[in-house]
């Protein structure tokens, strides 16, 4: 890996605004990176390349510009936040060929803080999955292990900002898509608190659960990128109307973990937790106790109705938000049809995907007349319990903390005949976006049995992004950092 390309968003950021490097040089050094590894780790649905160019050589002809936080700085954008000069395609053949007319707002506060915005990455149709292997447009490879997935939905942001070909990328987290494919990844992966980030311009999977949030290498790029994402926008009426903090000043402020009480639910390291992440958690644990952390038990009684209760909803809403997709609004119309309901059927039975037919079609039953009461309103009153577990537990702690998911990155096609297998693989993530709480996934460790990244994941109260950055920081600072991956070498 060219040095330049292993340097952390903040450091690249820093030699940008001293002028040691320009704009363009950043931005082609990212292209070069992806020129030679893309074969092999396939994290871009389109890399626009000229586009990133023009914009870099523009922003180096106006210099770098201190009120520009991000200025010059090459970032990815998942392939399902809507872009107005790049395809939009979600990884489905419905959008194989949408660009829309206009930019989502995190990606237009990206491009308002000087940031080139270099690809569009790769991700599970829609958002749904857990390895990246739903793909329309072919699958991502971990760049650690080019033998395994880069994990899900937002594999591709992970693996972009792993594989060096980008400095920082923004995933989507609807049950853990951001935590866990950061922690496959090595990366720090940060899910806001539902409403801190705008979703104008997120194509919707389910709208009560999905977040915008960064993938990073560093807690301070991740603070750096939420920074610029985050606050209210009056296009999205579920975004909240509350200051945002210096979440760089977090990031940093704090030199160790006196007086942060950290809550320790049993209920996340339940059996099934492989001994190789349960290893590398209890080691970042133990140095968080060093810095001066506290360790208080707390329970999460609702956890085991987690996953049900997340794939009754999740697909209730997308089978609703999918509807938009009819072949006449958008994407892809089937040739040949002899009526509107022939047409509308083919264009969907071309369009979508194995994965996403599944869903609308569990999502339309769980909402019909017969079985709503059974299903959709049951599984909304065990969310009302599963929010008032994490609300009780931060009566007596500060952070929660556990495992971002029970195993390390799997092998290619190893669960793609079990869809089952793969929900269940979403267990820690899944219960904080059902309470719409904030969370961040930390490159720990490696796993001694697959030499894979272990992440440990920092759970927070409503709005409380800037402690665990601050956390975070900390208990990073503290830790050996991962060495760089070895899939690429
Ligand atoms: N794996 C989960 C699902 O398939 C979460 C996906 C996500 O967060 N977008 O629904």
Redesign the pocket.
């Known amino acids: 890996m060219s040095e330049l390309t292993t340097k952390t968003l903040t450091e690249l950021r820093d030699m940008l605004a001293s002028g040691s490097i320009s704009a363009t040089e950043a931005t082609q050094a990212c292209l070069d990176r992806i020129a030679a590894t893309e074969d092999r780790v396939g994290a871009f649905t389109s890399v626009q390349a000229e586009a990133a160019l023009d914009y870099a050589k523009a922003l180096d002809a106006e210099g770098p510009q201190t009120d520009k936080p991000l200025w010059g700085v090459p970032v990815s954008v998942k392939d399902i936040l809507a872009t107005k000069d790049a395809p939009t395609t979600c990884a489905s053949k419905i959008l194989e060929n949408f660009t829309p007319f206009y930019d989502a707002t995190a990606v237009a506060r990206l491009r308002d803080a000087g940031a080139v915005i270099i690809g569009k990455t790769n991700m ?1 149709e829609f ?4 390895s990246t292997e739903n793909s329309a447009f072919g699958v991502t490879r971990n760049p650690w292990d080019t033998t395994r997935i880069p994990g ?3 594999g591709g942001s992970a693996a972009s900002v792993a594989a060096g070909q980008c400095f920082g990328s923004l995933g ?7 935590r ?1 494919p950061a922690s496959f990844c090595g990366c720090v992966g940060l899910k806001p608190t539902y409403g801190r980030v705008s979703r104008y311009g997120c194509v919707a ?2 709208s009560s ?2 977040q915008i949030g960064p993938l990073t290498r560093s807690v301070p790029d991740a603070a750096l990128l939420l920074s610029a994402i985050a606050g209210y926008d009056e296009r999205d009426s579920t975004s909240v109307d509350c200051p945002v903090p210096d979440y760089v000043a977090a990031a940093n402020e704090r030199q160790d973990l006196t007086g942060v009480r950290l809550g320790m639910p049993k209920e996340y390291w339940a059996n099934g937790l492989a001994p190789e992440v349960e290893k590398g958690c209890r080691a970042a644990i133990k140095r968080a106790e060093e810095l001066g952390a506290e360790l208080v038990p707390v329970d999460l009684p609702h956890t085991k109705y987690g996953i049900a209760s ?2 009754i909803i ?1 697909m209730a809403e997308a089978s609703s938000n999918l509807a938009r997709f009819d072949g006449v609004r958008y994407g892809k119309r089937a040739q040949g049809a002899h009526d509107l309901i022939d047409m509308y059927t083919a264009s969907r039975s071309e369009g979508f995907g194995d ?1 996403v037919k599944r869903r609308i079609m569990l999502g339309t039953y769980v909402l019909s007349a017969g079985y709503y009461d059974a299903y959709y309103r049951k599984a909304a009153q065990v969310r009302r319990l599963v929010r008032q577990d994490y609300l009780d537990a931060f009566e007596k702690c500060d952070i929660i903390c556990g495992p971002a998911s029970p195993v390390t990155a799997w092998g290619l096609e190893e669960k793609t005949d079990d869809p089952l297998q ?2 269940l ?2 267990v820690y ?2 219960s904080l ?1 059902l309470a719409g709480l904030p969370g961040i996934s930390l490159p720990v460790g490696l796993g001694e049995d697959t030499g894979m990244p272990v992440g440990l994941q920092l759970l927070g109260p409503a709005f409380a992004e800037d402690r665990l950055l601050a956390a975070s920081g900390a208990l990073m600072r503290g830790l050996d950092p991962l060495p760089a991956p070895k899939g690429l070498e």
């Open positions: 599970d958002a749904m999955g857990s899900g939905s937002s989507t987290d609807t049950g853990g898509s951001i866990q999977y389910a659960l999905d997340y794939y999740a994965e793969m929900y693989m979403d993530t899944i976006n």
